[in-house]
């Protein structure tokens, strides 16, 4: 599998604007390794395996997986 595209609602892309620059180069890092096999990362929210929470690279996100689309949407960021 070649991977997800990842997409950011506006708000999660706000929230990644604002990180500092080095954690913002290492969160990229780590969401292109989460895109490869997004399940394989954080846990279900409330039950909901597409619907996921994570710690990439010291920011807590939530995430929402399309699978028949191989999209993943960032929907929240918050820096640790």
Same mark, same amino acid.
């Given at each position: 599998?070649?991977?997800?595209?990842?997409?950011? %609602? =506006?708000? !999660?892309?706000?929230?990644?604007?604002? %990180?500092? !620059?080095?954690?913002?180069?290492?969160?990229?890092?780590?969401?292109? =390794? +989460?895109?490869?096999?997004?399940?394989?990362?954080? $846990? $279900? @929210?409330?039950?909901?395996?597409?619907?996921?929470?994570?710690? /990439? !690279?010291?920011?807590?996100?939530?995430?929402? @997986?399309?699978?028949?689309? /191989?999209?993943?949407? +960032? %929907?929240? %960021?918050?820096? @640790?």
């Amino acid at each position: 599998m070649s991977g997800y595209y990842v997409q950011y %609602l =506006d708000r !999660a892309r706000g929230e990644h604007g604002a %990180l500092p !620059a080095v954690t913002r180069r290492g969160f990229d890092r780590a969401v292109a =390794d +989460m895109a490869r096999d997004p399940h394989a990362h954080g $846990a $279900a @929210i409330r039950g909901d395996k597409d619907r996921r929470s994570a710690c /990439l !690279a010291g920011v807590i996100t939530e995430y929402e @997986i399309s699978r028949d689309v /191989l999209v993943v949407t +960032m %929907l929240k %960021l918050v820096s @640790i």
